[in-house]
């Protein structure tokens, strides 16, 4: 497996681009486009920052090498894809500079695309590593010996990668009342919480730290501590229950803040919602295969390296 270099991409300069039409199936305009040949346009709001990307749909053609499969065939699929003119707030200060590529449930998703066709399983799996690389697996269904828990509908419907947590457990203590469903989200960097579950995980966690509190300008965290001159002590571990009886242990639940002459302190990077729903980010992900099965419509998860 190759790294490459990625660069801004262009239709006008790519020989399989095509615009899509607005009287397309998947163009959100349907029955109220104007003119079947006016391109399709898209409007993406997200939750932070005033954060928004528009533009137009085409479609395009993903080429996909093989991975950990047996398999050595490469493949061409058929996508449909966004091409921004106009990005706001995060977007303009390099948040996802090469793109950001949709994994959800819906039709116009590229797992959606490659699973209709033919071209994988109806799932994939992420990893991520420490130094902020990873993997995406299309097709991977994750390993036998994995752990497990449901998605859940939302309103009836199955639109998104949303779990049940029954427990969140500091160290050998597991809190009461912790119970509350968590959005699988990989294109968030940092976990949320519920505040009220918030609340119980960040004093039972400050008081098993065994670290004085502290505060560093320009973090978001608000339960942050001093480094001693031994580096940063012992973390009380993190750990999600399931209904299943299967456990998610957080590998590194904290940020560590640098200096010029090394650790000068440490956040516990969680951050609280006013949402019912909180959402588990990437860096509650780290050091595992995580595998959005969406053929039996689970989450996976295994250590990885």
Same mark, same amino acid.
């Given at each position: 497996?190759?790294?490459?270099?990625?660069?801004?991409?262009?239709?006008?300069?790519?020989?399989?681009?095509?615009?899509?039409?607005?009287?397309?199936?998947?163009? !959100?305009?349907?029955?109220?486009?104007?003119?079947?040949?006016?391109?399709?346009?898209?409007?993406?709001?997200?939750?932070?920052?005033?954060?928004? =990307?528009? &533009?137009?749909?085409?479609?395009?053609?993903?080429?996909?090498?093989?991975?950990?499969?047996?398999?050595?065939?490469?493949?061409?699929?058929?996508?449909?894809?966004?091409? &921004?003119?106009?990005?706001?707030?995060?977007?303009?200060?390099?948040?996802?500079?090469?793109?950001?590529?949709?994994? +959800?449930? +819906? !039709?116009?998703?590229?797992?959606?695309?490659?699973?209709?066709?033919?071209?994988?399983?109806?799932?994939?799996?992420?990893?991520?590593?420490?130094?902020?690389?990873?993997?995406?697996?299309? +097709?991977?269904?994750?390993?036998?010996?994995?752990?497990?828990?449901?998605?859940?509908?939302?309103?009836?419907?199955?639109?998104?990668?949303?779990?049940?947590?029954?427990?969140?457990?500091?160290?050998?203590?597991?809190?009461?009342?912790?119970?509350?469903?968590?959005?699988?989200?990989?294109?968030?960097?940092?976990?949320?919480?519920?505040?009220?579950?918030?609340?119980?995980?960040?004093?039972?966690?400050?008081?098993?730290?065994?670290?004085?509190?502290?505060?560093? !300008?320009?973090?978001?965290?608000?339960?942050?501590?001093?480094?001693?001159?031994?580096?940063?002590?012992?973390?009380?571990?993190?750990?999600?229950?399931?209904?299943?009886?299967?456990?998610?242990?957080?590998?590194?639940?904290?940020?560590?803040?640098?200096?010029?002459?090394?650790?000068?302190?440490?956040?516990?990077?969680?951050?609280?919602?006013?949402?019912?729903?909180? =959402?588990?980010?990437?860096?509650?992900?780290?050091?595992?295969?995580?595998?959005?099965?969406?053929?039996?419509?689970?989450?996976?998860?295994?250590?990885?390296?």
């Amino acid at each position: 497996m190759q790294d490459k270099d990625l660069n801004e991409y262009n239709p006008s300069g790519s020989s399989t681009s095509k615009p899509l039409s607005c009287s397309h199936k998947l163009c !959100e305009l349907g029955p109220n486009c104007p003119n079947p040949k006016q391109q399709c346009p898209y409007t993406i709001n997200y939750y932070s920052d005033d954060t928004s =990307t528009s &533009g137009f749909l085409v479609e395009e053609v993903l080429h996909l090498v093989p991975g950990h499969s047996v398999s050595n065939k490469s493949v061409s699929a058929p996508v449909i894809i966004g091409c &921004g003119s106009k990005q706001t707030g995060g977007y303009l200060n390099g948040v996802a500079p090469d793109g950001l590529l949709g994994l +959800g449930l +819906g !039709e116009i998703s590229v797992p959606s695309f490659l699973a209709k066709a033919g071209y994988i399983r109806n799932s994939f799996s992420l990893c991520f590593s420490e130094d902020d690389s990873g993997r995406l697996f299309f +097709g991977d269904q994750g390993v036998a010996s994995q752990q497990t828990t449901p998605f859940l509908p939302l309103d009836g419907k199955n639109l998104t990668y949303i779990i049940g947590v029954d427990a969140c457990c500091i160290g050998s203590s597991c809190l009461d009342h912790t119970n509350f469903e968590m959005l699988v989200d990989s294109g968030t960097s940092f976990t949320f919480l519920p505040d009220q579950i918030y609340e119980r995980v960040v004093d039972e966690f400050d008081r098993q730290v065994n670290a004085s509190k502290s505060s560093f !300008e320009g973090y978001p965290w608000q339960y942050c501590y001093k480094s001693s001159s031994q580096g940063v002590p012992k973390i009380p571990s993190l750990t999600l229950k399931f209904a299943t009886s299967n456990s998610f242990v957080v590998n590194d639940p904290v940020f560590v803040i640098y200096g010029t002459q090394g650790a000068v302190g440490f956040c516990l990077a969680i951050q609280p919602t006013d949402q019912t729903i909180g =959402t588990i980010g990437q860096n509650f992900m780290t050091g595992y295969q995580i595998v959005f099965d969406r053929e039996n419509f689970k989450l996976g998860w295994s250590r990885s390296n």
